[in-house]
Nanobody
Framework: QVQLVESGGGLVQAGGSLRLSCAASGRTFSPYPMAWFRQTSGKERDFVAGVSTSGRTPTYADSVKGRFTISRDNAKNALYLQMNSLKPEDTAVYYC??????????????????WGQGTQVTVSS
């Protein structure tokens, strides 16, 4: 059974940092693209950052460029998101996602097959 489990969310003041982790099990995800998305109540799930198989070509949403860093540890079957200089508008539930197809990174949530349960990130002003 494939599982993605996020951790590391919480409450932080504006300007602070958090590091999200995603532990994958049930399948080796190293050949496949993985990404982070976020969602606020009543809105669509938005792409935040993603990384290809090699991890050498990360892609970021414009709103987080220069502040967030995505990385993956294929040996641990894990994905991370380092979030610095957090802003109140970063408040959302953050989800880890994995693609089961060998292809380039996709930014639409519809293209991802596996999802974690989400972790809440709240940034206070």
């Amino acid at each position: 059974q494939v599982q993605l489990v996020e951790s590391g969310g919480g409450l932080v003041q504006a300007g602070g940092s958090l590091r999200l982790s995603c532990a994958a099990s049930g399948r080796t995800f190293s050949p496949y693209p993985m990404a982070w998305f976020r969602q606020t109540s009543g809105k669509e799930r938005d792409f935040v950052a993603g990384v290809s198989t090699s991890g050498r070509t990360p892609t970021y949403a414009d709103s987080v460029k220069g502040r967030f860093t995505i990385s993956r540890d294929n040996a641990k079957n894990a994905l991370y998101l380092q979030m610095n200089s957090l802003k109140p508008e970063d408040t959302a539930v953050y989800y880890c996602a994995a693609d089961r197809r060998l292809r380039g990174l996709e930014v639409s949530p519809l293209e991802y097959d596996y999802w974690g349960q989400g972790t809440q990130v709240t940034v206070s002003s």
